[in-house]
Antibody, heavy 117, light 106 residues
Framework: EVQLVQSGAEVKKPGEFLKISCKGS????????IGWVRQMPGKGLEWMGTIHPGDSDTRYSPSFRGQVTLSVDKSISIAYLQWRSLRASDTGMYYC??????????WGQGTLVTVSS | DMQMTQSPSSLSASVGDRVTITCQASQDISNYVNWYQQKPGKAPKLLIYETSNLETGVPSRFSGSGSGTDFALIISSLQPEDIATYFC?????????FGQGTKLEI
């Protein structure tokens, strides 16, 4: 069974570092891109970027380039999303999802990130 | 940047109604559009991929159509369990984009 399991909710202060994770199982991890999607409270889905676990090829949305970093450790089938310095506007739910030729067929359960002083 | 303009932003319909949600791309994207359903507190769920292909396990009352810049998600006979927010997504390039969403109410 294909599964993407994300790390737990985080409460952070502005300016802090954060790295959240997304562990895949039940499929050949290096065969599918992993995408990240933000959903701010009460809002729609925003595509942040995608990474290929096989070679770490990464593409970012212009809106998120320079604001976050995607990485992956293929040896343990985990993708990461990190912020070097959080802002209050980073508060939201973050989903990882597996891309099957451009469509996202399996999704993680989401990681809620709350940034507040 | 590729934009996906989705409409309407909200829609009220009755059980049994035929419902159509549309997405317009800012440039020709062939048939590279997918549709998702999201229920409150849940992750999105893939309904339709590559414009018109029904994902496994999705009821046949859902269908998709379109090409180029104009796309549609159709629910042929609305059921109570279809109450959700629906999103389109383009994947013409490796930089994907979602539409703004359509909140469907009964």
């Amino acid at each position: 069974e294909v599964q993407l399991v994300q790390s737990g909710a985080e409460v952070k202060k502005p300016g802090e570092f954060l790295k959240i994770s997304c562990k895949g199982s039940g499929y050949i991890y290096t065969n599918y891109w992993i995408g990240w999607v933000r959903q701010m409270p009460g809002k729609g889905l925003e595509w942040m970027g995608t990474i290929h676990p096989g070679d770490s090829d990464t593409r970012y949305s212009p809106s998120f380039r320079g604001q976050v970093t995607l990485s992956v450790d293929k040896s343990i089938s985990i993708a990461y999303l990190q912020w070097r310095s959080l802002r209050a506007s980073d508060t939201g739910m973050y989903y990882c999802a597996r891309s099957r030729s451009g469509w996202y067929d399996y999704w993680g359960q989401g990681t809620l990130v709350t940034v507040s002083s | 940047d590729m934009q996906m303009t989705q409409s309407p932003s909200s829609l009220s319909a009755s059980v049994g109604d035929r419902v159509t949600i549309t997405c317009q791309a800012s440039q020709d994207i062939s048939n590279y559009v997918n549709w998702y359903q999201q229920k409150p507190g849940k992750a999105p769920k893939l309904l339709i991929y590559e414009t018109s292909n029904l994902e496994t396990g999705v009821p046949s009352r859902f269908s998709g159509s379109g090409s180029g810049t104009d796309f549609a998600l159709i629910i042929s006979s609305l059921q109570p369990e279809d109450i959700a927010t629906y999103f389109c997504q383009q994947y013409d390039t490796l930089r994907h984009t979602f539409g703004q969403g359509t909140k469907l109410e009964i």
